[in-house]
């Protein structure tokens, strides 16, 4: 039986993808700034700054967020990955558009989030493609 790590080096891959030890230290930087960003948000909602309907996308991104390596990695579902990912992207992209009119600072610091994700859901779709 393969390994995860096994798995995941035997699929195909496009050539521009990227190898696989850049994904850690990426996201690492990048949960940082959800941390800040989205913990922002929660407190505002808390403190009644921001009504429900802002914090609702920041809410659904997370769980798509944490979803996609169950899928990828656990089931080794390409597909349902691919689904997540861009699920992943439109929440990410509503709740920058939520967040503007109440802090525009919170949409602008998730821009390199919204940027690796959008390299990201090309790159899972483009691996679900080829698999």
Not at 38 to 53: D, L, S
Not at 71 to 87: C, K, M, T, V, Y
Not at 104 to 120: D, E, G, Q, S
């Amino acid at each position: 039986m393969n390994t995860t790590f096994e798995w995941y080096q035997n699929i195909i891959k496009p050539s521009w993808s990227p190898p696989s030890f850049v994904f850690g230290p990426v996201w690492a930087i990048l949960y940082i700034v959800i941390f800040i960003s989205f913990g922002t948000v929660f407190y505002k909602f808390f403190t009644k700054e921001i009504p429900w309907m802002v914090v609702l996308p920041f809410i659904l991104n997370l769980v798509f967020n944490f979803l996609f390596s169950p899928l990828q990695f656990g089931l080794r579902n390409n597909l349902l990955a691919s689904i997540d990912i861009i699920l992943v992207l439109g929440t990410l992209v509503w709740a920058m558009f939520a967040i503007w009119p109440h802090a525009k600072w919170i949409a602008l610091i998730n821009i390199p989030y919204l940027l690796w994700v959008c390299f990201a859901t090309v790159l899972q779709v483009t691996i679900t493609y080829l698999n």
